[in-house]
């Protein structure tokens, strides 16, 4: 029998020694870390690292810099490899390495790629387009394109149009992002917010015309303002003003950012006022019917109306990163306009004409309006990175208390053709609405090596009180007017969930997705005890598929459907009386609008894009204006409208002809359908339909040795369109703008005018049935225009904007 002595037992433990550092010599992996920085000690972040062995016997690999500019290589074994780091706007830098154990380098210096032409030098890039499965991205950093604010790249960026004070995508007002944070501001507000950001800090835009399950259901196009994070310690600020005067009022904008970094802690704080008056002329032509569809009698009114504002913008956030891999944020958004510099005068006159023509009797009608909104936003975010590289986890929490007050008096005097009074009429009306949005949410996301899982959950509650009281004088007694009078409830809560999967091989890209959205909702007017209960589940797929024939040729298919639910002022079921003979009116029953979009593109040399798209619109909400040819009343009426059908051909172009002369193309020629009932006309479903073109096209000039002096020429047509049942006439306009950089970039002035030949002025017609209805709006459009920049500080810092992620917002209209 074998024994096992002390003798034997040190033998085995030293063979046991022996082995498993004969397996650990020989199996062991080995990592290389790393820092990338410029001449000047700051990080680079998003450089390209390549990682390869010198005889290739093992596959590239690849990574990128973090926000801090390190990067890491893992699980390697022994052999001799090459690293080759690269960044737009630096030469290429390679690094050989025998790695026989783990190695951390010394930080990697990378040297600007400035190259010599003419005696200038010239480190600016030119904007490229890349289009990925689910959106295009055009990609701005360190390009010419950098020196201007955002706003005049936006009016660059293929597919988006920026004009009349509008944002659009795809003749549709899109929802604007800053990196993937949602931005809750009207249109106008967001353009005075980007005119005042640098695009210095700018490294893509993101336009998603058909945005993927990860994005709230509502609503159409995404535009993602991509800016580079905060990487250097420091401060450094900008202020912005401009001025623009039309034929009746100057306007004026003006504001400040800052930012400010320690090692943790990232702050930014921005502010803007834009006081200004408006006037505008419309002028209205109206043929009421008697019962046998004869003309009763003829109203032409003529509108002068004049509003004045100062809306006060404050955004700020602050980052606090508690450790590399946990992080918190808290930003705020706020709008202020305070009642003292929110007012509306309206004067109008209207003669009434009988059925042959002749002048009946007058009536002019005197409106004063005074309101006030504060909106005021919070939200706390959390993102927790876990150990596999990309993968993480994030929290966010949100309140709005959104609180609007108005009051307005009317006057109106009834008069013969001779001037005498026949009578005069008099109300007053106070409304208020208070609106206050809870939200959470979760998101995950997973990545691998050529996939992407995501996916998240968000719950919402809508609380809103809406009052309107009227007020009538009977001998100059004042009384509420208790049948005009009432306090609308509304409740809204919404449930969403999503889930979302990505791949990539050589030559296709897939993504796909689904979101799911159930939602419960309470309306309760108290005078009418009208109470609507609803419930809805909704279902929002999503598909995108990408082919890259060749490197100048890429298809692509999408498909998805999206949510528009109504406007919370549309839901009121009150008569908001404008004058004695026109009202505004909800209704607490429409329904939300589904849409399902179809696209098929071509791209060409990432330059020259083809879409054919098509677009079913199911129960659209319009706010339609009807004529009661019985009681001869205008009625606003927000209504769900029966169907929406488009569909039709666009092509955009980015291209660069000279050194000095690049010209941005977007044109679209469409085919519009809706049918909507004639509530007043027995209603009845009627159908309009027409081809519209649209179309844009802008030059940008380089002038000077320097390239400091730009020139910006840009021309607009659009053909008739149809908007629910309103046919809008022929539009077109030709704008100018020149833009001198001064002091290497630090400032810079620009002057214009916008609408040179003062030919955007609308013409909307009714015409169907028993309605029949001619509006004619003329405003400022004629603009001469004066701005300038300034950034102080260091500025070349990074911009830590964030701003709030809830969709509910957008509906405090």
């Known amino acids: 029998m074998f024994v096992y002595t002390k003798e034997f037992m040190r033998l085995k433990l030293i063979l046991v020694l022996f082995l498993l550092g004969f397996f650990f010599g020989f199996s062991q992996e080995f990592y ?28 590239t690999i690849g990574t990128t810099s973090d926000d801090l500019g390190a990067f890491s290589f893992m699980d390697l074994s022994p052999d001799n490899y090459t690293i080759e780091i690269s960044f737009l706007g630096f030469k290429t830098k390679r690094i050989e390495l025998d790695i026989q154990s783990s190695v951390t380098l010394e930080p990697i210096i990378l040297i600007e790629d400035a190259q010599q032409l003419e005696g200038v030098t010239v480190i600016a890039k030119r904007p490229t387009i890349k289009r990925l499965v689910d959106r295009l991205v055009f990609n701005v950093e360190n390009s010419t394109l950098s020196n201007n604010n955002v706003l005049d790249v936006l009016k660059n960026t293929p597919g988006v149009f920026v004009n009349d004070g509008k944002i659009t995508v795809k003749q549709s007002i899109p929802t604007i992002y800053i990196n993937d944070r949602r931005v809750y501001l009207s249109i106008e507000e967001i353009q005075q917010l980007l005119e005042g950001t640098t695009a210095t800090n700018l490294k893509s835009v993101e336009v998603i015309t058909n945005p993927p399950a990860k994005y709230e259901a509502e609503g159409g196009a995404v535009i993602n303002i991509v800016m580079r994070k905060n990487l250097i310690t420091g401060y450094n600020g900008s202020v912005f003003g401009n001025y623009k005067q039309g034929s009746e009022f100057p306007k004026y904008a ?18 803007s006022d834009s006081p200004k008056r408006e006037f505008r002329n419309n002028k209205e032509n109206i043929n009421f019917f008697a019962s046998d569809e004869t003309l009763a009698t003829s109203w032409q009114t003529d509108y002068r109306r004049t509003r004045r504002t100062s809306n006060k913008n404050i955004n700020a956030n602050i980052d606090y990163d508690i450790d590399d891999r946990n992080s918190l944020g808290l930003a705020t958004t706020m709008l202020i306009a305070p009642r003292k510099s929110t007012k509306t005068f309206v004067n109008s006159d209207t003669e009434v ?11 002019i009608t005197d409106n004063r309006l005074v309101d006030e909104t504060f909106n005021l936003a919070f939200t706390l975010d959390y993102v927790h990175k876990l150990k596999k590289e990309g993968e993480k986890l994030s929290v966010s929490a949100h309140h709005t208390n959104y609180d609007f007050s108005s009051f307005q008096n009317v006057d109106t005097d009834y008069v013969f053709p001779d001037n005498t009074l026949i009578r005069n009429n008099r109300f007053q009306t106070f409304s208020s609405q208070v609106i206050k949005l809870n939200t959470g949410q979760i998101d995950y996301v997973l990545p691998g090596s050529s996939w992407q899982f995501e996916t998240g959950a968000k719950v919402s509650g809508i609380n809103s009180e809406s009052i309107l009281t009227q007020y009538i004088f ?18 809204e809560t919404n449930y969403a969930a999503y889930i979302s999967y990505s791949k990539d091989w050589e030559d296709w890209s897939l993504k796909t997705g689904l979101r799911a959205e159930y939602t419960t909702i309470n309306g309760n007017s108290v005078a009418t005890g009208q109470n609507n209960d609803t419930d809805y589940l909704k279902l929002f797929p999503s598909l995108y598929l990408l082919n890259k024939i060749d490197e100048n040729h890429q298809i692509y298919l999408n498909y998805n459907k999206r949510i528009y639910r109504p406007r919370y002022s549309q839901l009121n079921p009150f008569k908001y009386f404008l004058n004695d003979n026109a009202y505004v009116t909800g209704d607490p029953n429409l329904k939300p609008q589904i849409d399902d979009v179809f696209t098929l593109g071509y791209t060409f040399k990432n330059a020259y894009t083809f879409e054919l798209y098509y677009r079913y619109e199911n129960d659209p909400t319009l706010e339609i204006v009807f004529q009661d040819n019985d009681e001869n009343i205008l009625k606003y009426s927000g209504t769900n409208i029966d169907r929406s059908i488009s569909y039709g051909l666009d092509f955009t172009t980015f291209s660069q002809l000279t050194d000095r002369w690049s010209f941005y193309v977007l044109s679209s020629l469409f085919f519009y359908e809706n049918q909507f009932y004639a509530l007043e006309s027995g209603n009845q479903l009627f159908t309009n339909e027409k081809w519209t073109f649209y179309g844009n096209v802008v030059n940008y000039f380089s002038l000077l040795k ?13 053909s008739q369109i149809y908007d629910g049942p309103k046919e809008l006439s022929a539009i077109s306009g030709l704008n100018f703008n020149l833009r001198k950089s001064l002091w ?5 002035v620009n002057i214009g005018v916008q609408d040179v030949f003062n030919g955007q002025f609308v013409t909307s017609t009714t015409q169907y049935l028993n309605q029949d209805m001619i509006y004619r709006s003329r405003k400022e459009n004629r603009l001469f225009t004066f701005g300038f920049n300034y950034k102080f500080g260091n500025y070349k810092l990074k911009s830590t ?12 209209d």
């Open 32 to 59: 290389i870390k790393g820092d990338i920085k410029d001449v000047n000690n700051q990080p680079i972040a998003f450089a390209n690292i390549i990682l390869k062995t010198q005889d290739g016997s093992q596959p």
């Open 254 to 271: 003006y504001g400040t950012s800052h930012y400010f970094k320690t090692k943790k802690i990232s702050t930014y704080l921005n502010f």
């Open 353 to 363: 004409f009988d059925r042959d023509k002749v002048l009946d009797s007058t009536f």
């Open 474 to 491: 009977d001998n100059g007694e004042r009384a509420i007017d208790e049948d005009n009078s009432d306090t609308f409830l509304y409740d």
């Open 706 to 718: 320097d390239r400091s002096l730009n020139l910006e020429l840009s021309y607009l047509y659009i």
């Open 744 to 748: 290497n970039n630090r400032a810079s």
């Open 801 to 812: 904007k964030r701003v709030i992620d809830l969709e509910e917002r957008e509906r405090l």
